[in-house]
């Protein structure tokens, strides 16, 4: 039988990275004829060794080269998306598009694809011939692995959910500039020797000063991240909240086809971690559930998620952006009874989210259509 031709757009960027490290160390490219295309550097050799890959980039822009795949994996982009999506579909494209961008999520036609939570959704819709298939939001994917036993069991009232995100959520370019902006400051004061603490407070005001230097590399962010914090990610809304914040209950339900949506909501805020997105949470149950029970329908739920014993030690070991950067677990900790009542539980999680928040959903979607 001969093998689906698959195009993969945005190989280059964060996710796209990150996908085709995972691609080719499960072994992912014999399945498939694929073709790497690129929206800057068509007509030049893409830099991997694969087995059944044209080795020269194919525009990413060119409709006729797209139409001749079976599968078109993009982690492109929305402007790509927007660009190229709908005329594709237009000119005749029936292969599937699985994409990263948040462009398609929410239109009837599409699937949020996050196949431990959601694989009965997904083969539905390929039995509707629907071809769609998208990522969802990294920090809602990540959090819904993390408590998929408290979704499955239908436990859940509603979420608050406070997050630390990762420079890398924003992009390649940002996470250059978050170093740069670090090596801007630490240049500078640490040139009048290691041992400042003596003058700490007036080397505070200096960093100070040098955040609002006309010099300070900002172009990204448009803001200082490093020793700093940015509590808005994404464009505003007219309700006030973050477009990030909005996506949290409208994906979610979205991906778990709720009759009854959950509320979700909370506050997204850019810290300078380089990679994991990172979730304070409180969740109120529909019914006091022992702490025991909690966490068992926590940790049985999927292979992935790592309950961490709510105790100092493991925390600090286990439940951080370090331990879990590069890493498929989605380790969930600080789980215990708040004293705002018995059915309200306080939860911490931290996951890769260019992994399980981003390249490893798409990657599997592959396999789904490997075996439909
Ligand atoms: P990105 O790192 O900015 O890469 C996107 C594209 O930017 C690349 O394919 C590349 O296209 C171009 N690019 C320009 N300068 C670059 C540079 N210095 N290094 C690498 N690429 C550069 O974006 P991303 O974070 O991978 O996100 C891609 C899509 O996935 C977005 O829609 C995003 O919203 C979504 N997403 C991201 C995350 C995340 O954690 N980052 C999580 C979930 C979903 P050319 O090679 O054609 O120039």
Redesign the pocket.
Same mark, same amino acid.
């Given at each position: 039988m001969s093998k689906m031709k698959l195009g993969i757009?945005?190989?280059?960027?964060?996710?796209?990275?990150v996908l085709m490290d995972r691609l080719m160390s499960e072994g992912d490219f014999s399945h498939f004829e694929t073709s790497i295309f690129?929206?800057?550097?068509k007509g030049t050799h893409h830099p991997f060794t694969l087995i059944n890959s044209n080795p020269i980039l194919l525009d990413?822009y060119d409709l006729n080269s797209l139409k001749q795949m079976d599968i078109i994996l993009t982690?492109?982009?929305?402007d790509y998306?927007s660009k190229v999506h709908r005329e594709l579909r237009s000119s005749g494209f029936k292969g599937y598009w699985i994409? #990263?961008? *948040?462009?398609l999520r929410m239109e009837d036609k599409s699937v949020i694809i996050l196949d431990p939570i959601n694989k009965h959704v997904i083969e539905s819709a390929l039995k509707n011939q629907q071809k769609d298939f998208i990522?969802?939001?990294?920090t809602v994917?990540l959090m819904m692995l993390a408590l998929g036993g408290l979704f499955a069991s239908d436990s859940i009232e509603w979420i608050s959910s406070m997050t630390y995100q #990762?420079a *890398?959520?924003?992009?390649?370019?940002?996470m250059?500039e978050l170093l740069k902006q670090m090596k801007f400051v630490t240049d500078d004061v640490m040139k009048e020797g290691d041992n400042l603490s003596d003058k700490i407070l007036s080397v505070e005001k200096k960093v100070k000063t040098l955040l609002s230097d006309p010099s300070f590399p900002s172009e990204n962010f448009g803001h200082p991240l490093a020793f700093n914090l940015l509590p808005w990610i994404d464009s505003e809304l007219e309700n006030g909240q973050s477009k990030e914040e909005w996506k949290a209950s409208v994906e979610a339900n979205k991906i778990l086809q709720t009759k009854n949506p959950i509320a979700i909501d909370g506050t997204c805020v850019r810290i300078s971690a380089m990679r994991c997105?990172s979730q304070a949470l409180t969740i109120k149950l529909k019914k006091d559930i022992p702490l025991n029970e909690i966490e068992s329908m926590i940790s049985e739920h999927n292979p992935w998620v790592k309950l961490v014993a709510n105790k100092k030690a493991e925390t600090l070991q286990y439940l951080t952006p370090e331990f879990t950067s590069g890493n498929l677990q989605i380790p969930i900790g600080r789980v215990r009874k708040m004293n705002l009542g018995p059915s309200f539980i306080n939860a911490f999680t931290v996951g890769d989210?260019?992994l399980w928040?981003?390249a490893e959903p798409l990657r599997r979607m592959l396999h789904i259509l490997l075996e439909y």
């Open positions: 757009v945005g190989w280059r960027g964060m996710v796209g990275q690129s929206t800057s550097q990413a982690c492109q982009g929305g998306t994409d #990263a961008a *948040s462009t990522g969802g939001n990294c994917s #990762a *890398s959520g924003a992009g390649a370019r940002h250059n997105h989210q260019l928040g981003a």
